[in-house]
Structures are given as C-alpha cells and as structure tokens.
C-alpha cells in the first residue's frame, strides 16, 4: 500500500480502531444511502427583512403545515392546526400568551405533547436516529428517542410512553419540551438552505440574518453584489465602506450601522453638518418617503449627500487606476460643466438638479480635501477593526462562493456575462482573460487571498475587486452596463439614468443559452437547472420565475418591501424534496406579534411544481457521492488491518 494512503488510513483508524467497528461505520452508511433526499430550501435577496426570513424558515415555506396534515389527517379542524402551527413557529411567545389567558391544563398539554410527537415523526422519517440524534437538546435525548421512535401501533409499550408524557407535564417541564419538539421539527425540515444572494441592504437586521445562521445547521451562500459591498466595508476599502454608508442612509437604516455594528457616524454627521448645513439636499431624500423638514430627517439627508460626493471622488481614482475595469464613464465628476451646472456626457448637456459641490475642486475633482481625508481614514479604522462585521464577513467567506454546483444544479446570484451573439464574454483582470467558469474562479480567488492573507497588497486588490463585484460592467455579480446612482440622483434625464441588462437576461429564456452555460460549468443539461436571483420577477406583470423550458428559475421575488411594489408578492422559494422541485410565492408578512397574537402565518401559493419520475434516494446526491467515498475508505481500511498494514486498537 501506498504510504500517502496508508496516512490517510492511519488517520482514518482513530476514529474506528478495529475491525468491528470499520464494519458498523459500512453498514449505517450504505443504509443512509437507500434514505430519500433531504429538503432542500431555496431562497434569495432577502435584503436585510429579517422577520420574514426569519418566519420562512420557521414554516418551511409550508413545509411545516404539511408535516401537520400528513401526521393528523382530518382528526383536527383548520383552527387547531392552525395553532399547533404557530406553537411550532413561535414556541416561547405563543406559550406566554397562552399563560398569560389561564395558560393550558394537565389534559390539554398532553394533548399538545402527543400532536407535536406525530409531526415530529413525520418531520424525522427520512433521517437516520444518528442525525436525529445529534438535533435533540441532550436533557431529553433518551425521552424524545423512545417517544419518536416509536411506532404509533406500538400497544406493548403505549402505557410506558403515555406515562412519559405524563411525567414530563407533573414534574413542570411541559412548556420547555414542546419548545424542543417545536425546535427539532423546524430543524428537520430543512436538510440544507441555500441562500443564492443579497442578505444585506434596504432592509433593517441583516446582521440579525447573519447572527442566525452563524449557528444554522446547513447552508450555504451564493454571494450578491449587496454582499460583496459589505464584505468590501469589512475590509477597510474606502469604496465600499462609502457605498454601504450611502444605502443605509438612503434607506434610513443607519441603525444597521450604528446600533447593529456599533460603528459611530458622528465624524460623517459632524462633517456633512459643517459644509452642507445651508444646503437643502433635496435630492438626497429617504427613499420612498416624502421630504420631510424635521431636523433628524434633513441630517440624514446632508450625511446622504457628503458621503455620496466622497464615494464619486473615491470611485473616480479607482477607475483611473484600473483602466481594464472598463468604467471610464464613471469618472463622472470630471465631466461636469460647474458654471452650467450641467453633466457632458454622449455629447449631450444633461442639467443637473444638484449643483452645489463645495468640496469639489474642478481642477482636481477626485482630490479629497483635508477634512474627507480625516473622515475616511477614520471610517477606514472603524470598519476594519468592527470585530462583528468581521465575524459576519468571515462567516459569508467560509460558507459563501461565487456559484455553488449542488445535487447537479447551479447556483449564481445574478449572471453568467454573455455577449450580444450568446457567447461568454471575455473580461480582463490584472492582464488576463477570463470567461465563463474560470471568470467566477479568479474572482472568487482574488476575494479569498484578501481574506486569509497577511500582506497589504493583496487586501487592498481584494477590496478593489469587490468594488468591481458591486458595480462593474464585467461583474456576474451586478450584470448591467453601468450604476448609474450619480445620474439617478441629480439628473432628470431618462436616457442618462438607464441601466442596460446584460444579453444574459434576455438571452437566458432561450433554453440554448442555458444548456450551454450547464456545460460550460460541467453539469448535465438533461438533468440540472440554473438557480439565480438579483433581477425581481414582475409577477403582478405576468412574468413566470422560471425560464428556458424550465431549465431556470429565477427567484427573486420581492423579498425586500422596496421591491413588492413592482413584484406583486413578497418573495419566491424554491423547495427541492425526494419527489420533485416546487417554487412558492408569498404573500407580504406583517409581523412576529401578529403571527403569534392571531396565528397569520405567511401565505404562500404555490406557482411551478416539476415531479421527478422515479423518486430520489441519499444515494443519487453529491451526499451520496460522499458516503460512497467514506465506505471505500473504510473498506481500505478493513483490508490494511487484515494485512497487518495497521494494527487494530482493540
């Protein structure tokens, strides 16, 4: 045997020190193998709506009312499961309410304990005891093992498990078992969550998303360009830092920032209140508000515009010094008339609404002066050094890639950058070329090295590469020609303030482009599909999620409440089970207290079902793929043992 294998055996041997035991370890993985898939849950640009979030996960996207039909039938009406449902979602808040109106008697939570029993055998029917296992909170390992493991015909031991339930509601601990129950269905009906971009931005807890999934059992992240601007900020670049300041400020979310991240803004208050404390900034109002005059609303509206110029006088100097990022039209400050007050551009004279810069040397626009220079060097050290930011970076680097091929699908945020002809799109970066797959693969590598190195250089290319990420006309991230933010905030001009899509959003309902983009990543056509978000789909307009003879699905749908307006939803989840891929549309949530005050769970239709034709097994996945692997390992190591290449640890 070979001594590189023979270490990987040794290794290997630690954990199943003879023969016997290398045998147990064979037959539970080959049994795993013959288990149907687990659930897996689809969902993107959640865009810092936490509750919601927070609530899908909760049900399951119907998941969990499911699991309640197939375990109670017709036995109860609408109404009880209805709050059976709430109890599972909201176990410590409805149990409050309950307690607060007389709170339940012996009977009653007996009842409720043996309900929740039966959907947790339903939620657990497709796990081995060993997962199962590793879910129950270890007080009530061995209650909860004979209660759930045991069939419901079971009549030797009925006695045996009524007494246990009885016992857990005389000795006081009734509330905080049916919180464990509630806990372990929700775990399990959930195998994996894959989040396909844009936690953050316009919404108000994406850090609460992400202090969630730091504990989460299963996930995985597909970056979005919102993301990548937070990542950016983490990493002390000034660019980002700027952008991710701008949009919490123009959706009033500065709390994400102040309170969540502890990262004190008065510096900037202080610095927009000394130069634009005359100034109205009215083009730098709270989006989707009226102007207001009160004074916290117009200082938010001065900060708005002073970190809007310094972000344009940063971005300016990046482009210049990145000529191959192809964004010479953002060198925007330079290409203002400021005794006319107008913006050149494609030969044109676009009046500007804005026109007071008194920051702004025309001679040398992209300079900062003294007082930005101090400014941004101290939100260079706060962000930098904002210890949660960084766990929440870190947290999106480690479980996060640029794309994700999972169970012979692909997952992307936005884009895969084509050209106008259907081929991909060949974009330079740091004097190479790169398209398709290996553009995604350099990318991701540029962001990773600035995470794990030590060297300055390579952090600060990281930082100017997640800037490209957020807004370049190259990135599969962002997907349009341009962000045309300065255009949309000082010009009335239409045709100044478009931003054209990338061939990929048209060309992608053509199923060619999509078979050739599976390809081109190494999956099967026949058998896979494209997983992505970033574009809301206007279903109030009668546009389908789902593309390309259903080799697509795009699933942004209005998750953010800045967006329901032009979705007619709030949001799409894609559930991919043993029996087949199902996509649901939900109706806006209102708010935890109403969940669990009057039972309003989250409606969701379903939109779009696809049944495979035979059912999928463990075995079929890249699971599956795995345990194969790990028999085969073990099997080696079987044959060393009886070799004597090893020597069993009895």
């Known amino acids: 045997m070979e001594n590189e294998r023979l270490r990987t055996l040794k290794i290997l041997s630690k954990e199943y020190p003879d023969i016997s035991s290398a045998c147990a370890g064979i037959i539970e993985s080959e049994a795993k193998l013959e288990l149907p898939k687990g659930t897996e849950h689809f969902i993107s640009d959640i865009h810092g709506e936490h509750e919601a979030f927070f609530h899908v996960i909760k049900n399951g996207s119907g998941a969990v009312r499911r699991k309640i039909g197939d375990a109670l039938g017709d036995t109860v009406s609408e109404a009880q499961k209805c709050e059976l449902a709430t109890i599972i979602y909201y176990p410590k808040e409805k149990l409050e309410q309950i307690n607060r109106l007389g709170g339940f008697g012996d009977e009653e939570y007996k009842d409720i304990i043996n309900k929740l029993i039966l959907v947790c055998r339903q939620a657990v029917a497709k796990y081995p005891q060993s997962e199962v296992r590793e879910a129950i909170p270890e007080e009530y390992a061995v209650i909860f093992e004979e209660l759930i493991d045991a069939p419901s015909a079971a009549a030797d031991k009925k006695k045996y498990l009524d007494t246990l339930v009885e016992s857990v509601v005389a000795t006081g601990r009734a509330d905080d078992f049916i919180k464990a129950l509630s806990y372990l269905i929700r775990r399990m009906v959930i195998a994996r969550l894959h989040i396909v971009g844009d936690i953050y931005d316009r919404g108000p807890g994406p850090h609460f998303i992400m202090d969630f999934l730091e504990n989460y059992h299963s996930f995985d992240v597909q970056w979005g360009n919102h993301d990548v601007v937070w990542m950016g900020a983490a990493l002390g670049h000034a660019a980002c830092i700027c952008n991710v300041l701008r949009g919490s400020l123009r959706y009033d979310a500065l709390d994400i920032i102040n309170e969540g991240y502890g990262i004190n803004t008065d510096p900037l208050r202080e610095f927009a209140y000394k130069y634009y404390k005359e100034d109205p900034c009215e083009c730098y109002a709270i989006k989707d508000r ?125 884009c895969v950058p084509l050209n106008e002809d259907g081929s991909l799109k060949s974009v330079k970066i740091y004097g190479q070329s790169y398209k398709g797959k290996e553009l995604f693969d350099k990318l991701e590598s540029l962001v990773r090295k600035g995470f794990t190195s030590d060297e300055f250089s390579d952090i600060i290319r990281a930082g100017d590469i997640l800037w490209y990420l957020w807004n370049a006309p190259g990135s599969p991230l962002f997907g349009k020609a341009k962000m045309a933010t300065f255009e949309r905030y000082i010009t009335d001009d239409k045709e100044a303030k478009k931003e054209k899509k990338n061939p990929y959003y048209k060309l992608i309902k053509d199923s060619d482009a999509a078979v050739m983009i599976l390809k081109e990543f190494g999956l099967d056509p026949d058998k896979g599909i494209i997983i992505n978000g970033h574009v809301p789909v206007k279903q109030r307009d009668g546009e389908e999620p789902v593309k390309a003879d259903g080799k697509v699905f795009m699933i942004d749908g209005g998750f953010s409440r800045a967006y329901q307006k032009e979705t007619g939803i709030a949001g799409y989840t894609l559930i991919f089970n043993s029996i087949g891929k199902y996509i649901s549309a939900h109706k806006p949530f209102t708010s935890t207290e109403d969940a669990v005050r009057n039972g309003y769970d989250i409606i969701s239709d379903n939109v779009y079902s696809i049944l495979e034709k035979e059912r999928i097994f463990v075995k079929d996945t890249d699971q599956g793929k795995e345990i194969k692997e790990e028999i085969q390992d073990l099997k080696d190591l079987i044959a060393a043992y009886r070799n004597g290449d090893i020597n069993e640890k009895r």
Request: with cysteine.
């Open 290 to 414: 009226e102007i207001a005059y009160d004074e916290e609303t117009q200082m938010t509206m001065k900060m708005h515009k002073a970190i809007s110029v310094i972000q344009w006088k940063i971005e300016g100097k990046i482009v210049i010094d990145n000529p191959e990022f192809c964004m010479d039209d953002r060198r925007i400050l330079e290409n203002i008339d400021y005794e006319k007050g107008v913006l050149l551009q494609d030969g044109r004279e676009i009046p500007l609404k804005d026109t007071e810069y008194p920051t702004i040397d025309p001679a040398a626009p992209y300079e900062l002066n003294d007082d930005e220079k101090e400014l941004i060097g101290y939100l260079e050290r706060v962000f930098k050094n904002c210890r949660k930011l960084r766990r929440h970076a870190d947290i999106l680097v480690r479980k996060g890639d640029l794309y994700l091929k999972y169970n012979g699908n692909l997952m992307f945020h936005a």
